[in-house]
């Protein structure tokens, strides 16, 4: 039986497979199985392995149909189990696989921990530095442990808890960057807490101007721009408080042309500290997503920061921050030239256009496959990365596939 060679793929049951056939991927009662590459069936034979194998469906493309004789690309032996992920590891011997499911419960206790933070200041005006370093303490060991596993909770962001995530988020970029640049431990942690608390003046910000879902006007920013030094008055009610947390949140909106606030401080004025967490706080910004503003992709906030050195950022800052994420973050969902959907799993620092990836989705038959990580750097993967793309372009759930990929 033939199939139409006009259709460009089709989906046929196992009874319908005839040799020459060209197949994209197989099934077995609904659930897609993992097959190393496409290829043509060769025989009957061929067949009937597969049906033993459990094979009820198939995607085939029939343009691709040759004659058995003019085959010259058998398919693979069936897997019907997915193949285990082989993990990277740090110096230390920490899986990223290992560490992430660390970081899962970690990066969840440290949200809890800000919803208690912010709660206590809006009913008390107190905090609570001592849990807040526990926490901050924590997340600097696993970046020390597995620095990919954390950042790659960045990656997924939602967007009614902005405030929570985004303080925590720079938190642990601010960690990674000071990790980077090789600074000394007992600093690290201290740039870390500062970074964890370096939005908490913005509770005291009247709520109609801090979850207002438009641009506020000039009034409202003037009033929003006071959550720096609101932050500042509430920290000093802890004298312990190391005086880097306190710079930290003093100048993280601060600008090296003297055009940022509180204090429009200038290039001379504002320290190496103050310069990363500016650039970590509008990065972070940028890439998360508010109920008045889209979630910018990784690539286009690093062109953005390139663009405003050296009047805003410090250049060699921003191309060291660069250096340190990679071109395409880990966690980062790109689509790949192939069509397949996946997340960004490991960094290549020699060639960094060609990272690890764990794809899951496949957009031309727009359906789940078996997850498999790339290395797009090996000589003969052919598929590269096309573009970033945002989990609504393609309805997908993105933190059920980021738990299945990295954590479960």
Do not use: W
Not at 58 to 77: A, R
Not at 149 to 171: G, P
Not at 324 to 353: D, E
Request: glycine share 4%.
């Amino acid at each position: 039986m033939s199939i139409i060679p006009e259709s460009p793929i089709q989906k046929i049951t196992v009874d319908r497979l005839e040799p020459g056939m060209y197949v994209l991927s197989v099934r077995i009662k609904g659930k897609a199985v993992g097959i190393k590459s496409e290829g043509y069936i060769n025989s009957k034979e061929s067949i009937q392995k597969l049906i033993k194998a459990g094979i009820t469906d198939l995607t085939v493309d029939p343009k691709k149909q040759k004659k058995v004789e003019k085959i010259d690309k058998i398919l693979p032996q069936i897997n019907t189990k997915i193949t285990p992920v082989k993990s990277k590891k740090e110096s230390n011997g920490i899986s990223f696989d290992q560490e992430m499911i660390k970081a899962s419960k970690l990066y969840d206790g440290a949200k809890s921990l800000q919803h208690k933070i912010l709660n206590s200041l809006t009913e008390h005006k107190t905090i609570n530095v001592l849990q807040a370093k526990e926490s901050t303490d924590a997340i600097v060991d696993s970046i020390f442990r597995n620095q990919d596993a954390l950042v790659c909770m960045t990656r997924l962001r939602i967007k009614d808890e902005y405030l929570v995530e985004h303080s925590l988020n720079v938190s642990i970029l601010m960690t990674l960057f000071a990790k980077h640049l090789a600074f000394d431990r007992k600093i690290i942690e201290q740039l870390a807490l500062g970074a964890f608390l370096h939005d908490i003046g913005k509770v005291l910000v009247p709520p109609e101007i801090l979850h207002k879902p438009s641009k506020l006007d000039p009034q409202e920013y003037e009033v929003m721009k006071s959550h720096v030094n609101l932050g500042i008055e509430l920290l000093k009610q802890s004298p312990d408080l190391p005086k880097l947390v306190i710079e930290i949140v003093q100048q993280h909106h601060e600008r090296l042309d003297g055009k940022g606030y509180p204090n429009q401080l200038n290039e001379q004025q504002i320290t190496q500290y103050g310069r990363m967490i500016a650039i970590v706080d509008s990065y972070d910004a940028m890439t998360g997503e508010r109920p008045y503003k889209d979630a910018m992709h990784p690539i286009n906030a690093f062109n953005i920061l390139m663009k405003e050195t050296p009047n805003s950022y410090d250049k060699t800052l921003v191309e060291q921050f660069i250096n340190c994420l990679g071109i395409y973050p880990i966690g980062t969902l790109v689509k790949l030239t192939s069509g397949k959907l996946g997340l960004i799993s490991c960094l290549n620092k020699s060639r960094p256009l060609q990272p690890f990836v764990r794809v899951f989705y496949n957009t031309r038959l727009n359906q789940a496959i078996a997850m498999e990580e790339i290395n797009l750097s090996q000589a003969k993967q052919k598929d590269e990365i096309d573009c970033c793309i945002k989990p609504s372009e393609y309805n997908i759930n993105l933190l059920q596939f980021f738990k299945a990929a990295f954590i479960n």
